[in-house]
C-alpha cells in the first residue's frame, strides 16, 4: 500500500478515545465487562436453543445464528480495543486492518439479512400460520442463514478489496478505535467520489432494503393483528414478535445514522458513541431482550436449572 507520494504506509495509527486521557482506563473496565456479559449471554441462548427440545422451532434456529454472529461480530472489534486503549502506541498493520475491517463488515450485513429472515419467519406464523410449516421448513431455514453469510462474504471481499486498493495520503492516522470503511476512506487519496458512492450503495443494499422488508413484514403483521377480536388475543400474537422488533430498531436505527452521512470525513471523534453503541452495547442488549420478553427462553432456562439444582 503506498500513499500519494509513493512512501509504503507500514501501519495505521488508531487515535480512537485518545481525547478521553486518564478517562481511558474507566472506559477500558466498562468495555471489559459488557464484553464478558455479551460473551455470556449470546453463549446462554445458544446452548439453551440447542438443548432443549421446545425450541427447536425456526424462530429460535435464527435467534441461535444471532447470537452467534453477535459473539464474533464484537470478537472482531472488543478484544483489539481494550488492548489499545491502554497502548501508547495503538497501530495496526495493513493486513490487520484488512481482516479486522473485512470480519466487521461480513458480520455485520450477515446480521442484517438474519434479522431480515426473522422478521418473514414472524410474518409467516402470524400471517400464514396454515402454511408456516411448508414456508419455513428445515430447508428453507438453513438456506436463509447460509444466504445471510455468503451475501456477507461476497459484498465484504468486493468493498474491502476496493478500498484497500485506493491510494492513501500522508497520514495514517484512523478517527476511529476500528477499521471502519468509512474511516480508512477518509484517509485516501484520488477519486473518493466512487468509495463513497460505493459505501452508499453497501448501505442501501443491506441497511434500508433489509429494513424497508422488515417494515413491510410488520405492516402485515400489524394489520393481522387489528383484526384479532380481542384485545389479550392481540397482546398474545404482538408478544411473540416485539422482542425482534425492539432488537431492529436498536440495530438500524444506529446504523443509519451512523452510515447515511455526506461524506467520508463525517466520521470523527463525536460518531465513535455511536459506533460504541451498536457494535459493543447492542450486542449486549439482545440475550436480555430474547430472554426476559420470551416466556418460552425463560421456561427453558428455568427447566435447565431446576433439573440441575
Same mark, same amino acid.
Given at each position: 500500500m503506498d500513499d500519494a507520494n509513493g512512501t509504503a504506509v507500514t501501519e495505521f495509527i488508531l487515535?480512537?478515545?485518545?481525547?478521553?486521557?486518564?478517562?481511558?482506563?474507566?472506559?477500558?473496565? *466498562?468495555?471489559?465487562?459488557?464484553y464478558l &456479559? $455479551? /460473551? #455470556? *449471554?449470546?453463549?446462554?441462548?445458544?446452548? &439453551? $436453543? /440447542? #438443548?432443549?427440545?421446545?425450541l427447536s422451532t425456526p424462530m429460535y434456529f435464527f435467534l441461535r445464528h444471532l447470537s452467534m454472529i453477535e459473539i464474533l461480530y464484537t470478537t472482531t472489534i472488543v478484544p483489539r480495543m481494550l488492548i489499545d486503549l491502554f497502548s501508547s502506541h495503538p497501530a495496526m498493520s495493513p493486513a490487520s486492518c484488512f481482516t479486522q475491517m473485512y470480519f466487521f463488515i461480513l458480520f455485520g450485513i450477515a446480521e442484517c439479512c438474519l434479522l431480515t429472515a426473522m422478521a418473514y419467519d414472524r410474518y409467516a406464523a402470524i400471517c400464514r400460520p396454515l402454511h408456516y410449516a411448508m414456508l419455513m421448513n428445515w430447508q428453507v431455514c438453513v438456506g436463509m442463514v447460509g444466504?445471510?453469510?455468503?451475501?456477507?462474504?461476497?459484498?465484504?471481499?468486493?468493498?474491502?478489496?476496493?478500498?484497500?486498493?485506493?491510494?492513501?495520503?500522508?497520514?495514517?492516522?484512523?478517527h476511529h478505535f476500528l477499521c471502519d470503511n468509512l474511516a480508512l476512506l477518509s484517509l485516501t487519496s484520488g477519486d473518493t467520489f466512487r468509495g463513497e458512492v460505493a459505501n452508499l450503495v453497501?448501505?442501501?443494499?443491506?441497511?434500508?432494503?433489509?429494513?424497508?422488508?422488515?417494515l413491510f413484514s410488520y405492516v402485515r403483521i400489524l394489520i393481522t393483528i387489528l383484526g384479532v377480536a380481542s384485545a389479550q388475543g392481540r397482546q398474545k400474537v404482538f408478544s411473540t414478535c416485539s422482542s425482534h422488533l425492539l432488537v431492529v430498531t436498536l440495530f438500524f436505527g444506529s446504523a443509519t445514522i451512523a452510515y447515511m452521512q455526506p461524506g467520508a470525513s463525517a466520521t470523527q471523534d463525536k460518531d465513535q458513541t455511536l459506533s460504541l453503541f451498536y457494535t459493543v452495547v447492542t450486542p449486549k442488549l439482545n440475550?436480555?431482550?430474547?430472554?426476559?420478553?420470551?416466556?418460552?427462553?425463560?421456561?427453558?432456562l428455568r427447566r435447565k436449572v431446576t433439573k440441575h439444582l
Open positions: 487515535l480512537g478515545f485518545s481525547y478521553l486521557g486518564t478517562y481511558q482506563s474507566a472506559l477500558f473496565w *466498562g468495555v471489559l465487562f459488557v &456479559v $455479551t /460473551l #455470556l *449471554g449470546n453463549s446462554l441462548i445458544i446452548t &439453551v $436453543t /440447542l #438443548l432443549d427440545p421446545a444466504a445471510s453469510y455468503l451475501m456477507g462474504i461476497i459484498t465484504t471481499t468486493t468493498h474491502s478489496l476496493f478500498i484497500f486498493t485506493l491510494p492513501f495520503q500522508g497520514t495514517n492516522h484512523v453497501l448501505t442501501l443494499l443491506f441497511i434500508m432494503t433489509p429494513f424497508a422488508l422488515i440475550p436480555f431482550i430474547y430472554t426476559l420478553r420470551n416466556k418460552e427462553v425463560m421456561g427453558a
